[in-house]
């Protein structure tokens, strides 16, 4: 089992930064892929971004450019951090974390939110 404790959420104007970490606590050997997910109210989840245990990312176009996503090397620890945002990246933000799957299967699973393990979720609010 792995478990998900994410921070770093709050309020913040348009244009405005946050970063958000995710702490991952079990049998984090085992994972080969965390991400981060967005839901706002009455809006199907999604996918932000993804970053596998060799450390290549994935984002959502919506954030390209604005949202990096790292880790630590031991998969013990995920950020994201968020930049330049705007009203619409107002949601509950989650950490994911995939495990005991091959590597070439990140960016299907995060695709497809599939992943085993979630956090409780973290709000973020962008003011105009």
């Known amino acids: 089992q792995v478990q998900l404790v994410e921070s770093g959420g709050g309020s913040v104007q348009a244009g405005g930064s946050l970063s958000l970490s995710c702490a991952a606590s079990?049998?984090?050997?085992?994972?080969?892929?965390m991400g981060w997910f967005r839901q706002a109210p009455g809006k199907k989840r999604e996918g932000v971004a993804a970053?596998?245990?060799?450390?290549?990312?994935t984002y959502a176009d919506s954030v390209k450019g604005r949202f990096t996503i790292s880790k630590d090397n031991s998969m013990t620890t995920l950020y994201l951090r968020m930049n330049s945002l705007k009203p619409e990246d107002t949601a509950m933000y989650y950490c994911?974390?995939?495990?005991?799957?091959?590597?070439?299967?990140?960016?299907?699973?995060?695709?497809?939110?599939?992943?085993?393990?979630w956090g409780q979720g973290t709000q973020v609010t962008v003011s105009s």
């Open positions: 994911a974390a995939d495990a005991n799957r091959p590597n070439s299967y990140c960016w299907t699973t995060w695709a497809d939110g599939i992943y085993g393990f």
């Open positions: 079990g049998y984090t050997g085992s994972i080969y892929c």
């Open positions: 970053i596998g245990r060799d450390g290549s990312t």
